[in-house]
């Protein structure tokens, strides 16, 4: 489904975003697709930087230079899963 992207690539994760705020996940690793422990189903896993689990279902998210390039100008404020 993600052919784009390899295991081990560096991406990043928002939850969500605004005009002049990105609330960001943070940057992590493309661990593959995986069975969702809560859903069953496969879904992109992303290994945030911090050590915690973000999946795909639950942000949007993109290789880290394109997280960049959305992200712009605009102030970051860092959340918690």
């Not at 940057?27 to 069975?35: A, F, I, L, P, R």
Request: aromatic fraction near 14%; charged fraction near 30%.
């Amino acid at each position: 489904m993600f052919n784009n992207f390899n295991i081990g690539d560096k991406v990043g994760a928002i939850q969500s975003a605004d005009k002049e705020t990105v609330r960001f996940y943070g940057y992590g690793t493309y661990k593959g697709e995986q069975d969702h422990p809560e859903y069953g189903f496969p879904n992109p896993k992303i290994e945030l930087d911090n050590g915690k689990v973000v999946w795909g279902c639950e942000c949007w998210w993109a290789s880290e230079n394109k997280v960049k390039e959305m992200i712009g100008d605009r102030k970051v404020v860092v959340v918690e899963l």
